[in-house]
């Protein structure tokens, strides 16, 4: 039975260091980065991978819903009149990444503003959205899509979550923090990355960023944490750690991640491993981070026709 893997959120035009001072165009942002590797990990006849969004009707708009659907995904996207994507630009130093964005009037930003045009989502179907996803949103649209996200839970569909924080988002910490728990609090999955929640839930280690979303309704919670050890603790009581491979050299941290997010999802969706999961997110954030950009093709890292390796 082909499964649904439904991503909400805001495409961007990426604008990415190439060698001396310049700059390659593409398309990414933290959701769609996640819906584009799962497409690569998975079969289509296993995963129908899509987008729910909103562009502009400018000419970079329909490339980029041409860029999704020549990458296998199904382009859900409202047309914004008068409007356009968020642009952002990438900055590296050290393999670590800064970003200058121009996202003010993105058409992402209405993306629930017709929330009757959602797909069809059934038992079994999985839709992921992030902090970024509600930050981006007015309140009053933020409060209909999360209650179209538990609708849709209760339902039994899947709803998995990435807190991302991003304060520059909002007005301040006290609503970020606030309405991270909130959308944490419908979701049955949580991805949150350790070093974020520390710097602003106080979170004195991995396990207690863990603990602190099973407190909070979660089934399943799965925090990275760069280098050091993967933790995951679910609902049920099971818990352990998986220390990541070492890596000599990071190229670029920049969508390490949601490529961890799609592999740990396209492995445990399909086979229900879970210490196999968390070992291909890490295979495969650790490739991303060896390479510039936000998509760095399955197929350049070796493992397009080698899928088992996600889960031997």
């Not at 690569?40 to 000419?59: C, H, N």
């Not at 799609?262 to 399909?270: E, G, V």
């Amino acid at each position: 039975m082909t499964r649904r893997f439904l991503a909400i959120g805001e495409c961007m035009v990426e604008l990415a260091p190439e060698q001396g001072a310049s700059y390659k165009l593409g398309f990414a942002g933290d959701t769609f980065n996640t819906a584009w590797y799962a497409r690569q990990l998975t079969e289509p006849e296993a995963l129908k991978v899509g987008y729910f969004s909103a562009v502009g009707s400018d000419d970079l708009s329909r490339q980029m819903a041409d860029f999704m659907c020549a990458a296998g995904i199904e382009p859900h996207l409202a047309k914004v009149q008068e409007s356009g994507p968020g642009l952002y630009m990438i900055q590296l130093k050290d393999g670590e990444r800064s970003f200058q964005y121009w996202r003010s009037t993105s058409a992402a930003r209405h993306l629930a503003d017709d929330l009757d045009r959602f797909p069809s989502i059934v038992y079994g179907d999985v839709v992921y959205f992030s902090g970024i996803t509600a930050a981006i949103l007015p309140e009053l649209r933020r409060v209909e899509l999360l209650g179209r996200l538990a609708e849709l839970s209760n339902a039994g569909a899947q709803v998995v979550f990435d807190p991302n924080l991003r304060p520059h988002l909002w007005p301040d910490a006290e609503t970020m923090t606030r309405w991270t728990m909130t959308a944490a609090a419908i979701a049955d999955i949580v991805l949150p990355s350790h070093e974020d929640e520390a710097a602003h839930f106080g979170d004195v280690s991995s396990d207690a960023t863990a603990q602190r979303y099973i407190e909070n309704g979660a089934t399943l919670v799965v925090v990275k944490n760069g280098p050091d050890p993967v933790v995951v603790q679910a609902s049920d009581g099971d818990r352990f750690q998986y220390q990541p491979a070492v890596l000599d050299k990071v190229v670029d941290t920049t969508a390490a991640g949601d490529a961890f997010n799609a592999a740990f999802l396209a492995d445990y969706l399909q086979h229900s491993r879970l210490r196999d999961a968390v070992r291909a997110g890490c295979v495969l954030a650790r490739h991303v981070v060896s390479h510039k950009g936000a998509l760095i093709p399955v197929s350049q890292l070796g493992l397009i026709n080698d899928r088992a390796r996600f889960s031997a």
